[in-house]
């Protein structure tokens, strides 16, 4: 049995990874501040004697009191609307959130994984992207408290590999949805669900052209898992990511047509830097992750998610 550490994991994504491991075997420990996490999120993991659950903030350093033998590090506000409320804290989390993570992992000698993001492309004059794009972030606009951030914590990942021979990874991962998504959660595909099952407006920011590739969190996971089960020698960074692309209008008529709701495309202002284009090359993934792809459709894993949101 394996003891691991998952931080966020009273978020969104580290919520399935969290249920993954233990249904797996293993002993987790969720740490989170709950800042857009919630308890409810792992409630069902509670009464499992395998899960610890502690309240814990990132940016402090964190007493080892226990083995760990690996670490996912997840804990980060990945919305946009969440990451620009208090852009310096976010900073802080991924910044010093990795550190203090990287030096528990060298303390106990563990092996660390790094939830990185697409958004270390920016916006992407390379399209699909490829790990060895080195990207287009503007370092001063609204976004860059979360690009930036993701992008120094990569540094830090590599140079405690290479300075410390600390074993780590480093996924970039791209638009991902499911549930466990909040009504609140600001990113398009809750919103759009949401919208779309009050019959309520739904609200297409710019012109609607733009283009994201949505993965389903199931097939995330998997690659995370993969990821941290491969060789010490291959670090990444790698891309996990559904590469089927889709403009936020087809994005807004396909969960209009799944939910037959009565709601109407509306328009709004496009937020600042928001990336024109995004599609993942998952070549390298397919590659070092025994064959890994996706395997949920946009049409499936909308499904699945809208009727997460219809039994809330
Ligand atoms: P989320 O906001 O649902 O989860 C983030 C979790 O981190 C929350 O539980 C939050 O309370 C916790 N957290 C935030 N700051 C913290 C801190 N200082 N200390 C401890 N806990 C803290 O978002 P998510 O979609 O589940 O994203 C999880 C990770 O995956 C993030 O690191 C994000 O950058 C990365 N990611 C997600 C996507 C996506 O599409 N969902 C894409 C790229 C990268
Ligand atoms: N978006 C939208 N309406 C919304 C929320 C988002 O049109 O209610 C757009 C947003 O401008 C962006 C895309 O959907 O072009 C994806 O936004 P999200 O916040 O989900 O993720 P990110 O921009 O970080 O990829």
Redesign the pocket.
């Known amino acids: 049995m394996k003891s691991i550490l998952v931080t966020g994991g009273a978020g969104f994504i580290g919520s399935h990874l969290c249920k993954r491991l233990l249904n797996e075997g293993n002993k987790v420990i969720c740490l989170d501040n709950y800042f857009t996490g919630s308890k409810k999120l792992v409630q069902d993991l509670l009464s499992c004697p395998n899960f610890r659950l502690e309240e814990h903030d990132v940016t402090h350093p964190y007493q080892k009191r226990f083995d760990i033998d690996e670490i996912y590090n997840l804990a980060c506000p990945?919305?946009?609307?969440h990451y620009q409320f208090d852009p310096i804290q976010t900073f802080r989390t991924s910044v010093l959130g990795a550190i203090n993570m990287l030096d528990l992992a060298c303390c106990c000698n563990a092996k660390i994984l790094q939830a990185s993001t697409?958004?270390v492309y920016g916006d992407p004059v390379v399209h699909p992207q490829t790990e060895t794009y080195l990207g287009n972030v503007n370092t001063i606009g609204i976004?860059s408290c979360y690009d930036e951030g993701k992008r120094a914590s990569e540094t830090l990942f590599m140079d405690y590999h290479r300075q410390k021979k600390l074993r780590i990874k480093i996924i970039r991962i791209f638009?991902t949805y499911g549930p466990n998504m909040t009504v609140h959660d600001?990113?398009?595909?809750s919103?759009?669900i949401v919208?779309a099952l009050k019959n309520e407006d739904?609200?297409?920011?710019?012109t609607?052209t733009?283009t994201?590739s949505f993965q389903y969190v199931d097939d995330l996971v998997e690659g995370m898992i993969r990821m941290m089960s491969t060789e010490d020698d291959f670090t990444g960074p790698v891309n996990i990511g559904n590469p089927e692309e889709f403009t936020?209008i087809e994005?807004?008529q396909q969960i209009i047509r799944l939910t037959g709701s009565q709601s109407k495309i509306v328009f709004?202002p496009?937020?600042s830097d928001?990336?024109r284009q995004?599609k993942p090359d998952i070549s390298l993934a397919q590659k070092k992750l025994d064959g890994w792809k996706p395997t949920v459709s946009l049409e499936e894993g909308l499904k699945r998610t809208i009727q997460y949101f219809q039994n809330l």
């Open positions: 990945a919305s946009p609307i697409s958004e976004r638009n600001g990113r398009v595909v919103n759009f919208q739904i609200t297409v920011y710019g609607g733009q994201r936020m994005l807004a709004r496009l937020p928001d990336p995004r």
